[in-house]
């Protein structure tokens, strides 16, 4: 660890609390010129801190740049030391995880970045990753599962983003099958998973979930406006963006770790914005509809016709229809 990430960590680590630049140069075993360097340089990266005369360097609690500085203090115990990446801009994480997880990236890789040029949704949509303001991140999981049985996967992290959600806010977010998170009515969280799998056997060697959510109130494109909203508004202290990536981060590993168990599965269908629904699906290339029933073990979505016959989707794309 470089100088300056150590001096971002101990920072972390007494945000809002003063340190003086001598006991910063005693801890790290270097010369207060170094530190004074580092001090300066993560102030150019666009880190809040104030030099106080006869206190020292305090973290200033309204910075909110992401960094794993930022974000290893709210890990639990067994997640300390899990790699993680951040970017200040990037095509896709889902890109870059990727590439990793085909070079034997271990379980619990995390990439995130401030800005993605590129960031990709569900059916080759793009999704809208605009600087500074979101949680842009993926993790590499190493399940053991077969192929038909990975859309657990998606389930379990949109269950993970909504009880990270919970514990910061009191907004209650809904899931929209299989992988959308709405407020109001309004999506603030895309999932996307894509899967590294073995042909031959049938099983995953490794899955990438990527999470895209809208955290500080951003300047939505015209086109987004109506249907995309952020956690917090403009006049809501928002500088939790590491509290709430490393919240995430501890439930995904939490539930992929027991996934065999299912108890995930009754708090996806308790904020389920579908079941009960009349919606309208599309099956190879053919528009069909139904009333969404329930969600299997599987994690995929029961779906009853009129004429009594019942179908399980585990893919696709659906839209609701409200009943007046």
């Not at 300066?40 to 740049?65: H, P, Q, T």
């Not at 190493?142 to 996967?153: F, G, Q, R």
């Amino acid at each position: 660890m470089s100088v300056k990430n150590e001096v971002l960590h101990i920072l972390e680590q007494c945000k809002g609390k003063s340190i003086s630049g001598q006991e910063l140069a005693e801890k790290l075993g270097v010369s207060r010129t170094a530190v004074w360097k580092s001090i300066k340089s993560l102030k150019e990266e666009g880190y809040l801190i104030d030099g106080i005369s006869n206190k020292g360097y305090s973290l200033s609690l309204s910075s909110d740049v992401l960094s794993p500085e930022g974000i290893r203090p709210f890990l639990k115990d067994e997640f300390k030391d899990i790699p993680i990446t951040v970017y200040k801009t990037i095509n896709s994480t889902n890109t870059e995880a990727k590439m990793s997880a085909m070079q034997n990236a271990g379980h619990g890789t995390v990439i995130l970045s401030e800005e993605q040029t590129s960031g990709r949704g569900r059916m080759g949509r793009s999704f809208y990753s605009p600087s500074e303001s979101g949680i842009y991140m993926s993790i590499i999981l190493k399940p053991d599962l077969n192929i038909a049985d990975s859309v657990l996967i998606t389930t379990a992290a949109a269950v993970a983003v909504c009880i990270a959600i919970d514990k910061f806010t009191n907004l209650e977010p809904k899931i929209k099958w299989v992988n959308d998170i709405y407020i109001n009515d309004k999506k603030v969280c895309g999932i996307l998973t894509e899967a590294v799998t073995d042909v031959e056997s049938g099983t995953v060697n490794s899955v990438i979930v990527g999470i895209g959510l809208n955290v500080k109130a951003a300047i939505f494109p015209s086109e987004l406006k109506e249907i995309a909203v952020s956690i917090f508004n403009p006049n809501e202290d928002s500088c939790i963006r590491n509290q709430l990536a490393a919240e995430i981060i501890n439930n995904i590993l939490d539930v992929c770790g027991s996934l065999e168990d299912r108890t995930f599965l009754e708090f996806y269908k308790e904020r389920s914005m579908i079941i009960g629904e009349k919606i309208r699906y599309l099956k190879n290339n053919q528009w069909f509809e139904g009333y969404a029933e329930d969600i299997d073990k599987f994690g995929g979505l029961v779906v009853f016709h009129d004429d009594g016959h019942k179908e399980v989707l585990h893919s696709g794309e659906i839209s609701v229809r409200k009943q007046n």
